[in-house]
């Protein structure tokens, strides 16, 4: 039996298969309807989630299963004191597969070992979200067409923003990939993931607080939200909170095949004034998200279709 609780535990073959069953699914989908019948995902969500929860609900839903779960703390048994580890032990007995996200860092990994079903980060606080960097994986790859030779400028809150430290780990093991880290001195990206990722691996990378200097270098732009309920005093949050926005004249220097991402949930970081640019792939990014939880769900739960 597998989790996933890392996007490293998935190897680039594996991703390249889930990439091609995603496109599959997208293509055919008729042909998934039935493929989980008789199933049930368990979404356990101790945050707030739009996107992660409804998109693995909806993967569930389309693949013939069943979903069961709650979407805040306080309704869960947690309020009352429940142990992560005894919540899952008994959802293993109702579920057949769990989706989990968690504030606290390590949680899903916790979860996993005491579970008796697959378990699923859908982020754990400031640390991880494999999933959403499948949904980018996917995203990037239909758009540039690879995913290798890519030079990817990361804006915003690189310290907090679990995306970007999954997306920087995925990403790393592709061949010709470069990073510019685009943040305030604050909100920098966290040294262990420096340490572990770019500098064992040797990746070449910049730091730079300057957006529109980095911006014509960039084949993907993934721009991220502040991370407010990550802070531990709100001044510093109003301080940094609109760093960066990124609006039409900010492009004025970039490629004419730029890939602009973001995980979304969007505050101010991207002007609505994008939205209509050809090269804004924010909105499909959230579609090649379901695709990808479909395929996750059926390897991990061995449904062959
Ligand atoms: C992200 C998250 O939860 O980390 N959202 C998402 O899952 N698409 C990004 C964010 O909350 O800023």
């Known amino acids: 039996m597998r989790s996933l609780i890392?996007?490293?535990?998935?190897?680039?073959?594996?991703?390249?298969?889930l990439i091609a069953v995603a496109d599959d699914i997208r293509q055919n989908p008729a042909k998934y309807r039935e493929a989980c019948r008789g199933k049930k995902l368990?979404?356990?969500?101790?945050?707030?989630?739009?996107?992660?929860?409804l998109s693995f609900e909806a993967a569930m839903y389309e693949l013939g299963g069943n979903v069961l779960g709650f979407s805040e703390a306080q309704s869960s048994s947690a309020s009352k004191g429940e142990s992560v580890s005894d919540t899952v032990k008994v959802v293993s007995l109702y579920a057949d597969i769990i989706a989990m996200r968690h504030p606290k860092e390590g949680a899903p990994l916790v979860a996993s070992m005491k579970a008796s079903v697959p378990v699923i980060n859908a982020g754990d606080g400031?640390?991880?979200?494999?999933?959403?960097?499948?949904?980018?994986?996917?995203?990037?790859?239909?758009?540039?067409?690879?995913?290798?030779?890519?030079t990817i400028?990361?804006?915003?809150?690189?310290?907090?923003?679990?995306?970007?430290?999954?997306?920087?780990?995925?990403?790393?093991?592709?061949?010709?990939?470069?990073?510019?880290?685009?943040?305030?001195?604050?909100?920098?990206?966290?040294s262990y993931v420096k340490r572990d990722i770019l500098v064992k691996k040797g990746i070449p990378y910049?730091?730079?607080?300057?957006?529109?200097?980095?911006?014509?270098?960039?084949?993907?732009?993934?721009?991220?939200?502040?991370?407010?309920?990550?802070?531990?005093?709100?001044?510093?949050?109003?301080?940094?909170?609109?760093?960066y926005i990124l609006t039409p004249a900010k492009l004025k220097n970039a490629r004419q095949d730029l890939c602009i991402m973001h995980p979304l949930p969007r505050v101010n970081e991207i002007s609505v004034a994008i939205?209509?640019?050809?090269?804004?792939?924010?909105?499909?990014?959230?579609?090649?998200?379901?695709?990808?939880?479909?395929?996750?769900?059926?390897k991990l739960l061995g449904v062959e279709v």
Not at 126 to 150: C, F, M, S, V, Y
Not at 213 to 237: C, G, K, S
């Open 42 to 53: 368990a979404t356990l969500f101790f945050e707030p989630s739009t996107r992660t929860r």
């Open 126 to 150: 400031g640390h991880n979200h494999p999933t959403q960097t499948l949904a980018d994986l996917d995203t990037i790859w239909n758009e540039k067409g690879r995913l290798d030779n890519l």
């Open 153 to 190: 400028g990361l804006c915003g809150d690189l310290k907090f923003g679990r995306t970007v430290h999954s997306l920087i780990a995925a990403m790393s093991r592709y061949e010709n990939v470069k990073f510019i880290l685009i943040s305030p001195e604050e909100l920098k990206l966290p």
């Open 275 to 298: 939205d209509d640019d050809p090269r804004a792939c924010y909105f499909k990014q959230a579609l090649y998200g379901k695709y990808m939880r479909m395929a996750l769900i059926l």
């Open 206 to 243: 910049e730091q730079t607080t300057d957006l529109e200097a980095a911006m014509p270098q960039l084949d993907i732009l993934y721009m991220t939200r502040v991370q407010r309920e990550r802070f531990f005093n709100e001044d510093d949050y109003v301080r940094l909170k609109d760093s």
């Open 6 to 17: 890392d996007i490293l535990e998935l190897s680039t073959e594996e991703i390249g298969e």
